[in-house]
Each structure stands twice: as C-alpha cells, then as structure tokens.
C-alpha cells in the first residue's frame, strides 16, 4: 500500500493538470504529513492570481496542504506577495533558505582545471541553453569590440542551445585569444569554483550555486514566459548579493565590457551578512525530522 508518513510536492499543488488532487485526498485521510515546496519566487502577482485561480489552488492550499516549505527567504521574496491568501494559510509557510550546493567529488579533473582556458576566466553560463543566445551574443561581442578586455572567458552554451547557434559562436570565439567555449560540463560547480566571477541568467539553481560558492556576479534575468528571474534578481541586487544587468534590447558592447572589468572588484556575496540564507538544506532535514519523530510518537 501506498502509505507515506510525509509527501512533499514540487511547486504545483494540485500537480500540472490537476492529477495530484486525488492522490493529496487519499493521504489526507490516512493521516499523511502533506507539504507543498516552493521555489523563493513564482511570477508576479497580476500573472500568478489567475493562474491559481483558474487551477483552483487556494482551496487545497487551505483543507489539504499541512505546510509549505518556501526554499528562499523572505528578505529577497515573499512568493505568495500581492496574492489574497488566507491567514491559515500564511501561518503554514516556512521559509528554509536556500539550498546550498557544495563541488562535488569526481575522479575525473575538472574541465575547468586543465590548460588552455584563459586564467583567470569569467564563466559565462546561460544554464539549459534554450534560451541563452542573447546573453552569449552580448558577452562575444563585448571581447570582439574590445581585444584586450579582462579577464578572459569561459564560456558554457548549455546542452539545449540550437547547435546551429553553437556553431556560430564557436566560429566567432576561435578568433578570440581571450575567450575560450564548450557545450556543457557535468560537474559546472568545479567551473563555477575557479572562475573569477560569473555572467549568468537569474535561475534558482544557478542563483543558489552563486551563494553557495561565494563568486561576484553580473546576473541579465530574463522577463519571458515568467517574470521569475527578473524578480529575484532585482531583489538580490538590492542587497547587494549580485550586480543586476538589465537586457534593454540593444545589448551595447561597451555596457558588457565595463561589467567585465568592474566584475573582480565587485563585492562578495559573503559580504552581505544574511542570517540562514544558505540554511535550506539543515532547515528541510530538520522539518521532516520533525514530521517522523511525531509519527514515531504517535505509533508508539
């Protein structure tokens, strides 16, 4: 029989299409902790208040859901904000910090580590790569205009960038002595490491990886399908945790190049003195020890 003690579900409630609702209820009855996990933003309000509405959300958020565990903190943002929740609802919401991500061991040595690659190197990462073409375009031609810019960069496409754009830019990095690019590394984190500072997207793995290894960075979010990235970004900035660069559209060289330079007298993240902000991990397995020694006590 299908009998958990806790079930902890992924950002949507009731699941993509409403699958999860029955199962939720059958759990529900037999006494199953239910937790819902957030990421620390979802979008902006006007866009999520139908969202949720037209998924039914709010009521399951209410009769089904014990907890919500918020993988953020509330000083950067509030994922629920500007949505009418009820206060019973808002009293099941703990915020666990981030998730703190460590290099993992590997036996093999890290790309970032063997000759070739200029040192000390900016990495330059865009994630999946799906819809990172912008923020690579905008980095070449920051080293294209500017020969002699530093440091140097390492740039990562991501395994889903269209090969025919990949192709493109490896033609225009082969005529860069500065720069230097590859698909995709298993192991980003060791990357990440020796990098000098980092040019990213504003998603929450990479967001988390930046904190969790203490690197400046030049964060450019995107603002499509969701505003996500942009909102965590622009609260980050305001705390001074990463430099915010804003995509305006026209994506002028001299605006990259003058990131890149400031970029190694940027501050640390460390500097910015955040209680629990990298907590999430001890803060979940503290939570769910809690769930389990209340069902041992009640067997017993």
Same mark, same amino acid.
């Given at each position: 029989?299908?009998?958990? @003690?806790?079930?902890?579900? @992924? ?11 029955? *199962? ?7 006494? =199953?902790?239910?937790? $819902?996990?957030?990421? @620390?933003?979802? @979008?902006?309000?006007? $866009? $999520?208040? +139908? ?11 209410? #009769? ?28 099941? %919401?703990?915020? =666990? ?16 580590? &063997?000759?070739?690659? +200029? ?19 905008? /980095? ?8 002699? &810019? *530093?440091?140097?960069?390492? &740039? ?28 995709? !590394? ?27 290894? #203490?690197?400046?960075?030049? /964060? %450019?979010?995107? =603002? ?22 804003? #995509? ?13 330079? !400031? ?11 955040? +209680? ?5 991990? !001890?803060?979940?397995?503290? $939570?769910?020890? !809690? %769930? ?9």
């Amino acid at each position: 029989m299908f009998d958990p @003690d806790i079930m902890i579900v @992924d950002k949507e409630p009731l699941g993509l299409r409403g699958e999860v609702h029955e *199962t939720l209820t059958m759990l529900k009855e037999r006494g =199953t902790r239910l937790v $819902l996990g957030l990421r @620390d933003v979802l @979008d902006e309000p006007r $866009l $999520l208040k +139908p969202e949720w509405k037209r998924k039914n959300v709010l009521p399951a958020l209410r #009769d089904l859901y014990d907890e919500i565990w918020v993988y953020g903190l509330p000083q950067i943002c509030n994922p629920m904000e500007g949505i009418c929740v009820p206060p019973a609802v808002r009293d099941k %919401v703990h915020y =666990t910090g981030y998730l703190r991500r460590h290099v993992p061991r590997d036996d093999r040595v890290s790309t970032g580590t &063997l000759p070739g690659y +200029p040192r000390p190197y900016i990495l330059v990462t865009t994630g999946g790569g799906g819809d990172g073409e912008e923020l690579i375009d905008w /980095v070449v031609r920051a080293y294209e205009d500017f020969p002699d &810019l *530093t440091p140097g960069a390492l &740039l990562v496409f991501g395994p889903f960038m269209p090969h025919k754009k990949r192709g493109e830019f490896l033609q225009r990095v082969a005529k860069l002595p500065r720069v230097e690019a590859i698909t995709f !590394d298993s192991v980003i984190e060791g990357l990440i490491k020796d990098a000098e500072g980092v040019i990213c997207m504003g998603g929450y793995n990479t967001f988390c990886e930046i904190l969790s290894l #203490d690197k400046r960075a030049i /964060v %450019v979010p995107r =603002t499509r399908p969701r505003m996500e990235q942009y909102i965590r970004t622009s609260r980050a900035d305001e705390l001074g945790l990463v430099r915010m660069l804003e #995509d305006d559209g026209w994506r002028d060289s001299d605006t990259m190049a003058a990131a890149v330079r !400031d970029l190694p007298r940027q501050g640390l993240p460390s500097s910015v003195r955040i +209680p629990g902000l990298l907590d999430g991990i !001890d803060t979940i397995n503290r $939570l769910t020890g !809690d %769930v389990l020694d209340q069902k041992s006590v009640a067997l017993a």
